[in-house]
T-cell receptor
């Protein structure tokens, strides 16, 4: 079966702009989580959506937001981009229960210049 | 709060030798523990998980992990390392004590280098 698909794979944006990243989970998975990966901070949890509702949120500013659609696809948006937002953004999908593993997409590499 | 520690930034091992990548965790409830591997410019690939039951968990590509509740550890092991195992390994935990939700807390990662 198809894996987790993230688009686009690469993005270059200018400070102050906004960006939208997309994630299509594995068919049947209702939970989508987003993570930011940087060399300095490692992997940090942004938020999780389950059945179109935000179920968990990490410690990121309000510039980072997300949503989930009825088909479980998810988008995350970052407004007023800063240089420090440059990172690999990873999406993970799972069935939703705590004892189930998450499957990750290949990520979107965002570079803010 | 839940946390994960991977005390070694890098582990070097010769091909054919056994390997161990260490992980310790801290949670308030029962832990759900996971190991992932990341190759350059790729996402994370799931290797194995511990939920409950046997303390020795077997996973993909010949990897296994041993859960030790008293030492709050979940070390990743493989009896015979391959050069192709060279990658970045992450340990992660979900804390049942935090209620529902799929938030994973990751360790800082351990770079495994397997040499001929």
């Amino acid at each position: 079966k198809a894996g987790v698909t993230q688009t686009p794979r690469y993005l270059i944006k200018t400070r102050g702009q906004q960006v939208t990243l997309s994630c299509s989970p594995i068919s049947g998975h209702r939970s989508v989580s987003w993570y930011q990966q940087t060399p300095g901070q490692g992997l940090q949890f942004l938020f999780e959506y389950f059945s179109e509702t935000q179920r968990n949120k990490g410690n990121f500013p309000g510039r980072f937001s997300g949503r989930q659609f009825s088909n479980s696809r998810s988008e995350m948006n970052v407004s007023t981009l800063e240089l420090g937002d440059s990172a690999l953004y990873l999406c993970a999908s799972s069935l939703g229960e705590m004892n189930t593993e998450a499957f990750f997409g290949q990520g979107t590499r965002l570079t803010v210049v | 709060a839940q946390s994960v520690a991977q005390p070694e930034d890098q582990v070097n091992v010769a091909e054919g030798n056994p390997l161990t990548v260490k992980c310790t965790y801290s949670v308030s409830g029962n832990p759900y523990l996971f190991w992932y591997v990341q190759y350059p410019n790729r996402g994370l690939q799931f290797l194995l998980k511990y939920i409950t039951g046997d303390n020795l968990v077997k996973g993909s590509y010949g990897f296994e992990a041993e859960f030790n509740k008293s030492q709050t550890s979940f070390h990743l092991k493989k009896p015979s390392a391959l050069v192709s195992d060279s990658a970045l390994y992450f340990c992660a935990v979900r804390d049942e004590g935090l209620g529902g939700g799929n938030k994973l807390t990751f360790g800082t990662g351990t770079q495994l280098k397997v040499e001929l």
